[in-house]
């Protein structure tokens, strides 16, 4: 008998259930994958109502309850990491669907997902039947966070180290000042780090305090 390893389904949800049925439609899925729902705090009722009955639905045809979660928007850095905790048990492939709800909402869903270093793939369709699709294949997302060991090692003594400076740096991660300096006009321009002046030297962002979690 043949065993096939389950899937997981993300999407951002607004008040379209029939979105959410078109893609697990489309997709086969199968009564032992995981639906995870995110949605922008407050809940409105309308999302609530599509929800019902998405989850009415769902008990009726024999596939799990979807989870439903609240994002607190527009707080995008804990959004983006509430996200990331949720989907760290998800199995991967994680078929991820940004077609409905807000623009923001799925910002922090795709962010989310890229910095957890699952495998996944995007959607993103027009709300028309036959209309486009945008379609990110699954390897390419992992390759987006591709920083190297070095630029890693910098962003974790800047964590951990208050005033830090480029000689610190240098002496913990056992490269010259100059290599460090050309790390970090890289680093500030992804908006990973900030410099404080002489006095108050180099700090994380929080999207820095990010990336960083994304590591460990």
């Known amino acids: 008998m043949n065993h096939v390893k389950p899937r997981s389904f993300v999407f951002s949800f607004g008040f379209r259930e029939d979105?959410?049925?078109?893609?697990?439609?489309?997709?086969?899925?199968?009564?032992?994958?995981?639906?995870?729902?995110?949605?922008?705090?407050?809940?409105?009722?309308?999302?609530?109502?599509?929800?019902?009955?998405?989850?009415?639905?769902?008990?009726?045809?024999?596939?799990?309850?979807?989870?439903?979660?609240?994002?607190p928007i527009p707080d995008s850095t804990e959004a983006v990491i509430r996200v990331k905790h949720e989907v760290k048990g998800l199995t991967e492939p994680i078929i991820t669907d940004l077609t409905d709800g807000k623009k923001s909402v799925s910002l922090a869903v795709f962010m989310g997902l890229l910095l957890s270093g699952k495998?996944?793939?995007?959607?993103?369709?027009?709300?028309?039947?036959?209309?486009?699709?945008?379609?990110?294949?699954?390897g390419i997302t992992k390759a987006m966070l591709a920083l190297s060991k070095e630029k890693r090692q910098i962003l974790a003594v800047i964590s951990r180290n208050k005033h830090c400076t480029v000689d610190l740096i240098a002496q913990k991660v056992g490269r010259a000042p100059k290599t460090i300096r050309n790390h970090l006009v890289d680093l500030k321009k992804m908006g990973l780090v900030v410099s404080l002046g002489k006095e108050g030297g180099l700090k994380l962002t929080s999207w820095g305090r990010v990336v960083l979690s994304a590591y460990k």
Not at 26 to 52: C, D, H, W
């Open 19 to 71: 979105l959410v049925l078109r893609r697990l439609g489309s997709l086969a899925i199968r009564g032992n994958e995981k639906i995870v729902l995110f949605t922008g705090s407050p809940i409105a009722q309308e999302t609530i109502m599509a929800y019902n009955r998405l989850r009415d639905y769902c008990s009726e045809v024999g596939l799990k309850r979807p989870r439903l979660v609240e994002l």
């Open 119 to 138: 495998l996944f793939e995007v959607f993103i369709s027009s709300e028309a039947p036959l209309g486009e699709e945008l379609w990110i294949p699954p």
